[in-house]
């Protein structure tokens, strides 16, 4: 079989390279290594920055989006006993964030690629890139038993931070970054009210805690917890518990503790690949970075590779220019450094470091009290939470 692309993994990275690509007569074939059902049942971000909001309505999935989708002009960041609103709209010259669920644009984007008849290949087992680093790559895999070959002019590694894209590069031509955190986040997903209308992400003696939401009837709520936690440790009742004693009093009396729909532990890391190129083959979203996800910024990330990398390959058969795909990894990685940045300081300013010590604690209490009392602080929170421009 043969395509112009081929897009490894059916993430929102992959559905929405491969939406964009195919409103702009760019054929590409979706290889996706578990089931449709299995992606759908992931439960992951909840934030999105215009710039992303701006791609679906350029795919033409954002119709449920811009109906469903829940804007939020601002946030709290809760310590020492304090609540302080960071005024997303005033301070970024008014801009704002959108609540909609990851699973929700993946749903979308599953439903429009199937209304176009585009191919994606789910359950695809041992997908294996070859000859990349020459005109002709192909992708090989197994389905029901039968060994298929696909062979294309470029190769999109859109399979998350696990996947086979970043790890078939030989090891001397990349570079990777890498912070690992002790800690994780318990992530807690329920049919009850929000205990706030817009976000809490509290600082507190016995550890991080993140009050968010889905829509006005489902709440999203995490706790930082020791990796050594598992899922199983943590009952409903044991997690409101120590989910409230985390929030400000007046919030934590209005939790509603329902049953969860979800619960799992994802472990916090920062991690940079470098490039993001590799002949023929490009890496975009977490399978080049992960970030951690105290500033909202994974799928957003996402979302400004398949931006460049989209409009890249559409020059490239469009316009016969290869500028854009040449300029791919640069201009990708300079704004991934950023939000690099963005998510580690918000990670470190918010979480509890056991091991750091208490002048650590302090200089966390010190850095919420500036941005609490600096409209100039404040202001840098603000403009990179909404987003850095693509
Ligand atoms: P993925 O979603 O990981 O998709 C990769 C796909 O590739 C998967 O479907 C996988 O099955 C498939 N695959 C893997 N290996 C192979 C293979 N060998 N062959 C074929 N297919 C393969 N980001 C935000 O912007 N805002 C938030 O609020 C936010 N909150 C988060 C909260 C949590 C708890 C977590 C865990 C993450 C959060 N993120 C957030 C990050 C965000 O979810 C990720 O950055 C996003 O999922 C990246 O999308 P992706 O398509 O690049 O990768
Ligand atoms: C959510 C996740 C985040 O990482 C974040 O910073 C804000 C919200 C969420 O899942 O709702």
Not at 217 to 226: D, G
Not at 250 to 263: C, H, I, Y
Not at 276 to 282: E, I, K, N, T, Y
Not at 310 to 333: N, P, Q, V
Request: proline letters at 4%.
């Amino acid at each position: 079989m043969r395509h112009q692309v081929c897009i490894i993994g059916a993430g929102p990275s992959g559905l929405l390279l491969g939406q964009l690509l195919a409103k702009a007569g760019v054929d590409a074939v979706i290889l996706e290594a578990r089931s449709a059902d299995y992606v759908l049942s992931r439960i992951r971000a909840g934030v999105l920055e215009s710039g992303l909001v701006d791609l679906m309505r350029q795919a033409g999935c954002a119709e449920r989006l811009d109906r469903e989708g829940l804007v939020h002009d601002g946030f709290h960041l809760a310590f020492a006993g304090r609540t302080h609103r960071i005024d997303l709209k005033g301070l970024s010259g008014g801009k704002s964030v959108v609540v909609y669920g990851q699973t929700e644009i993946t749903r979308d984007l599953m439903e429009a690629r199937a209304a176009l008849g585009v191919p994606t290949i789910y359950e695809a087992q041992d997908v294996a890139l070859h000859d990349f680093d020459g005109p002709r790559p192909r992708v090989t895999y197994h389905k029901d038993g039968v060994t298929h070959e696909i062979t294309c002019d470029f190769i999109a590694g859109c399979d998350g931070f696990h996947g086979i894209a970043r790890r078939s590069v030989p090891e001397t031509a990349i570079a990777q970054f890498e912070r690992v955190y002790a800690f994780g986040w318990l992530g807690l997903l329920a049919d009850v009210p929000p205990a706030s209308n817009e976000l809490i992400y509290a600082r507190h003696e016995r550890g991080f805690a993140l009050a968010s939401m889905r829509s006005h009837t489902r709440s999203r709520y995490y706790i930082q917890v020791p990796l050594s936690d598992q899922v199983e440790d943590w009952s409903d009742e044991r997690f409101y518990d120590e989910f409230r004693r985390r929030l400000p009093e007046e919030v934590a009396a209005r939790v509603v503790p329902g049953a969860s729909m979800e619960k799992s532990i994802a472990p916090l890391r920062s991690f940079v690949a470098e490039p993001l190129r590799f002949g023929r083959l490009f890496l975009a979203g977490d399978a080049g970075h992960i970030v951690p996800p105290t500033g909202a910024k994974g799928l957003n990330l996402a979302a400004s590779d398949v931006h460049y990398l989209a409009s890249g390959l559409i020059e490239h058969y469009r316009d016969k220019s290869d500028a854009g795909i040449d300029a791919y990894s640069e201009r990708a990685l300079r704004r991934i450094w950023k939000a690099e940045r963005f998510s580690w300081w918000m990670t470190s300013m918010l979480h509890l470091f056991p091991e750091a010590g208490d002048f650590v604690a302090r200089m966390q209490l010190a850095e919420l009290d500036y941005i609490a009392g600096s409209e100039a602080a404040a202001t840098t929170v603000a403009e990179n939470y909404v987003g850095l421009p693509f």
